[in-house]
C-alpha cells in the first residue's frame, strides 16, 4: 500500500534517485540531456524550499514524489517523477490527485497548470486523462494567463514544451 507524506531534507538521496530513474524514460525517447537533466542535490534543495513535495512509500521503499506550489490562481504542478520500476500501477495518478485536492482545498485556486514535454507521450497521457488541456486548446482567456506564458523557457530554445491547464471546480 503506497503512503504519502511530506517530504523533508532527510529524503534527499531518495528523491535524487527516483528524480534519476524517471529521467532515464525521457532519454530513451529522444530528448537530450542538454534540455533535461535530474536535478543534483541542490536543486532537489531549492525544490524542498520552495515548492511542496509529498514523497510516495510502499513499506520503507520509496518510490515517487510529486512537486507543487501556488502560483496567482494557480496550483503549478512542477513535477511529479516515479521511480521506472514502478511505473504503470497508479503512483502517479495518486500523487496528482493528491496535488488536485490541494487546489480544490485553496479558495483562491481556479485551475492546475503544469509544463509538460511535446514528445513525452506518457506523461501527455497522463495528463490528459486527468483533464489537462493545451493551454491553446482554451477558447476564452484564463484569468492571469499571463502568468503561465512565463512558465516556457525563453526564445523557444531547446526541447518543445506546452503549458497544459484543468479548472479545480468538483
Not at 15 to 20: F, M, T
Not at 121 to 142: C, E, I, K, N, V
Amino acid at each position: 500500500m503506497l503512503v504519502l507524506s511530506p517530504a523533508t531534507g532527510h529524503d534527499l538521496s531518495a528523491l535524487q534517485a527516483i528524480e534519476r530513474s524517471a529521467t532515464d524514460l525521457y532519454y530513451e525517447a529522444g530528448i537530450s540531456r542538454a534540455a533535461i537533466l535530474p536535478r543534483d542535490e541542490a536543486d532537489m534543495r531549492g525544490l524542498l524550499g520552495q515548492t511542496t513535495i509529498l514523497l510516495a512509500r510502499d513499506g520503507d521503499d520509496a518510490i515517487g514524489y510529486v512537486s507543487y506550489y501556488p502560483r496567482g490562481p494557480y496550483m503549478h504542478l512542477e513535477e511529479i517523477a516515479v521511480r521506472r520500476d514502478r511505473q504503470r500501477r497508479g503512483a502517479g495518478r495518486l500523487l496528482a490527485d493528491q496535488v488536485l485536492a490541494a487546489a480544490r482545498a485553496d479558495p483562491q485556486c481556479s485551475h492546475l497548470s503544469l509544463v509538460a514535454f511535446c514528445r513525452a507521450g506518457w506523461a501527455l497521457g497522463l495528463y490528459t486523462s486527468l483533464g489537462f488541456r493545451p493551454l491553446a486548446a482554451h477558447a476564452s482567456p484564463l484569468p492571469h494567463a499571463e502568468l503561465l506564458a512565463e512558465l516556457l523557457p525563453e526564445g523557444g530554445a531547446g526541447e518543445p514544451r506546452q503549458v497544459m491547464v484543468m479548472p479545480v471546480a468538483p
